[in-house]
């Protein structure tokens, strides 16, 4: 049997912070395997409806939305919150946008299930599909360009988690609020937030 060792096969960290070989055949998003798209450049695997936006499966070469920001990215000044929320939703904020929920969908899809509690599975699973749901909506309003305003897409993502966040305090979904909160600073560029701050 070949030695399958980091010294003799490209090994990468997924989104979920775990070793895997680069040419294992896994979806990023939901972790799980079937009809596959490869991007050209860093050798990520999606399944076409759960990549963000859809995969073009008739262009080649083909690249991943996380590609797509590192190749636009350039160094920006640094923003006021109110800024960033009321900027027009133009293509560079387009992609912003698509990276900040396809990161949502990489946490959640692919760990969130499969951590619950037997004792309270019925009930966070509920909450948790819940939560899915609302996602997709957002998904399809992002591709359709319904968000006028940077704002309003940040508003209804903060919604989802926010809308019965008593009950799951310190869980998976609790983390991942918290983190689309610090990648969209990041992302964003922003450097003061308002006192009475969407984000705090």
Known sequence: MQDLT???LRIRVNSEGLWRPENSDICEVCQDG???FCCDNCRKYFH???????VETQRSPWLCTFCWMDVSSESQECHKESEALERKM???EQLKCELLLLKVYCRLEGSLLNKIPHDDYIEVASQCL???RMLAHIKTKLKERGYPVVGAFVCEVLCVF??????????DSDLTLEEFK?????MF????????????
Request: charged share 30%; aromatic share 2%.
């Open 6 to 8: 980091k010294a003799t």
């Open 34 to 36: 079937g009809n596959l």
């Open 48 to 54: 076409e409806q759960c990549h963000i936006p859809p």
């Open 90 to 92: 133009g293509p560079e």
């Open 130 to 132: 819940k939560e899915l």
């Open 162 to 171: 926010q809308s019965d966040r008593q009950s799951t305090k310190g869980s």
């Open 182 to 186: 610090k990648n969209f600073k990041e």
């Open 189 to 200: 560029a922003i450097q003061e937030t308002m006192k009475n701050s969407v984000l705090a």
